[in-house]
């Protein structure tokens, strides 16, 4: 009798060390796995942050392009003494063009609608111009970047050119308008992005 009620008692204790055993690493697993979906989390969140910074250094280059050519005031302008297109005209609207590209390879890499909303207004806008630009040598491509054929550009109209380009009332100021948004966009929608702070964060704050 009483070597069963041993028997029984180590049963006992080896079925309750199984059973905090198996518990104990339920919990394990579940911490582990907690802690993986955060660390996810935060790279997601520290990607989607670059590309978002990304779009919006596109997104200022653009408008400080778009702002250099559509500027009318008598020191700056360079369409108030042309009766050409000059070669510092080219050089600006080229610029342009290769940072309206780049603002438009950049939020292709970025899911926030905001942003790619204020995008898709921007080249939907642009597209109203197709014929003006076509006309001095600038093409639409499928993929909504631009084009320009230089020795087109240099030989067209200068009126044509300063209509498309300079003033309030130009393709390219909307584009300045545009790019402003962009940026602002881009730059909320980043601050609204939580990233845990790095270890190296954390000891720098000490």
Do not use: W
């Not at 660390?39 to 408008?63: F, P």
């Not at 898709?120 to 076509?134: D, I, W």
């Not at 498309?164 to 940026?183: C, E, H, K, P, W």
């Amino acid at each position: 009798m009483g070597s069963e009620m041993c028997i029984r008692d180590r049963r006992s204790g080896a079925y309750k060390k199984l059973v905090r055993s198996y518990y104990n690493k339920t919990a394990s697993t579940d911490k582990s796995n907690t802690t993986s979906t955060k660390l996810n989390s935060n790279k997601n969140a520290i990607a989607h942050k670059r590309e978002l910074t990304e779009v919006k250094d596109a997104a200022d280059s653009l408008y400080d392009a778009a702002g250099k050519l559509t500027d009318t005031s008598a020191s700056k302008s360079l369409f108030k003494k042309a009766d050409k297109v000059t070669n510092d005209i080219t050089s600006a609207v080229k610029d342009y063009v290769k940072n309206y590209n780049s603002l438009i390879e950049e939020a292709a890499d970025t899911t926030n609608s905001k942003v790619t909303g204020k995008v898709s207004f921007m080249t939907g806008q642009a597209n109203a111009y197709k014929s003006s630009l076509e006309k001095v040598g600038i093409t639409i491509n499928s993929d909504k970047t631009l084009s320009i054929d230089e020795d087109t550009f240099k030989k067209s109209d200068i009126s044509d050119v300063k209509k498309l380009f300079n003033g309030s009332g130009s393709m390219a100021y909307q584009t300045f308008v545009r790019a402003s948004d962009i940026s602002s966009a881009a730059e909320n929608a980043s601050c609204l992005l939580y990233t845990s702070p790095s270890p190296r964060d954390l000891s720098t704050s000490r």
